[in-house]
């Protein structure tokens, strides 16, 4: 499977394509960042770091980008077999 790109990772936030993991959830609030907050941080955002998973060999992507109010947070996320992107976690940065 090719490595996942901002755009691909875009398109699957504007068709709501997404799901948000449990500890991605409590962590959006543990922060104070909203479900709009995280789509804003992707649309906003680039990819600043690519990891492989030493046993599945996924591709887990650190996109950077900004909250609605400006600001500065993180997410990681990877792209499922189903095409489908999971949103495994999200911080201020």
Do not use: W
Not at 18 to 29: G, N, R
Not at 37 to 46: A, F, S
Not at 50 to 69: F, I, M, N, P, S
Not at 75 to 84: A, C, D, M, N, S
């Amino acid at each position: 499977m090719a490595e996942p790109t901002i755009t691909r990772i875009r398109d699957c936030i504007r068709s709501l394509n997404y799901v948000v993991s449990i500890h991605a959830a409590e962590e959006l609030d543990d922060d104070s960042i909203t479900i709009l907050d995280l789509e804003n941080i992707i649309l906003t955002g680039k990819i600043i770091e690519r990891q492989r998973d030493a046993q599945t060999r996924e591709v887990k992507c650190v996109v950077r980008g900004y909250t609605l109010d400006e600001r500065r947070a993180e997410t990681v996320v990877k792209i499922g077999p189903t095409g489908k992107l999971f949103v495994i976690t999200a911080y201020l940065a």
